[in-house]
T-cell receptor, first 117, second 115 residues
Framework: GAVVSQHPSRVICKSGTSVKIECRSLDFQATTMFWYRQFPKQSLMLMAT?????????EQGVEKDKFLINHASLTLSTLTVTSAHPEDSSFYIC?????????????FGPGTRLLVL | AQSVTQLDSQVPVFEEAPVELRCNYSSSVSVYLFWYVQYPNQGLQLLLKYLSGSTLVKGINGFEAEFNKSQTSFHLRKPSVHISDTAEYFCAVTYQSGGYNKLIFGAGTRLAVHP
């Protein structure tokens, strides 16, 4: 159980275009979803936290107008990278949790590799 | 603020040898601790977690970790590694910020198992 999927797994786009990444919890309802960014050989950096039906909470330094997050249902969250630039190229990983409790395990998606040309 | 320190960025080891990946955390409150594994170009998979109770936690793939409150450590161990254990390992601790419970990760330890 507790499977999280991401789509697409890999995307290449031109500079200036927007890219949408989907994150789905397949067999559980995720009240909270998280979006992370990972640069090569580095750890995960939390970008934002979203709860179903409410606005996402962004971490310091993350541009909310550039990284649009929508958590429209208990099984789907989307991250849209708007007006992408080469420096946005990275590995984006989402995770989902069933509740807000600190002891609850976060389940991670397989990640999306974004390359902006 | 809470932080997680993984003392070794890389750990090379021969197949069938034991291994320990070190993790220390800083916190003045009760914490929940996790170890995740990441294989190349994949997301993170939970290895094990400590929430409460016994300080020795057993996880998947033969891994175990021991919570040591006095030393604020949560080291990961395996008595005999396989080539397939080659991956990146992340230690993580929960913390509360802005009303949410979030995970903060260590920098990761690259385990390289050699034949």
């Amino acid at each position: 159980g507790a499977v999280v999927s991401q789509h697409p797994s890999r995307v290449i786009c031109k500079s200036g275009t927007s890219v949408k990444i989907e994150c789905r919890s397949l067999d559980f309802q995720a009240t909270t979803m998280f979006w992370y960014r990972q640069f090569p050989k580095q750890s995960l950096m939390l970008m934002a936290t979203s709860n179903e039906g409410s606005k996402a909470t962004y971490e310091q330094g993350v541009e909310k107008d550039k990284f649009l997050i929508n958590h429209a249902s208990l099984t789907l969250s989307t991250l849209t990278v708007t007006s992408a630039h080469p420096e946005d190229s990275s590995f984006y990983i989402c995770s989902a949790r069933t509740s807000g409790g600190a002891s609850e395990t976060q389940y991670f998606g397989p990640g999306t590799r974004l390359l902006v040309l | 603020a809470q932080s997680v320190t993984q003392l070794d960025s890389q750990v090379p080891v021969f197949e069938e040898a034991p291994v320990e990946l070190r993790c220390n955390y800083s916190s003045s409150v009760s914490v929940y601790l996790f170890w995740y594994v990441q294989y190349p170009n994949q997301g993170l998979q939970l290895l094990l977690k400590y929430l409460s109770g016994s300080t020795l936690v057993k996880g998947i793939n033969g891994f175990e970790a021991e919570f040591n409150k006095s030393q604020t450590s949560f080291h990961l161990r395996k008595p005999s590694v396989h080539i397939s254990d080659t991956a990146e390992y992340f230690c993580a601790v929960t913390y509360q910020s802005g009303g949410y419970n979030k995970l903060i990760f260590g920098a990761g330890t690259r385990l390289a198992v050699h034949p």
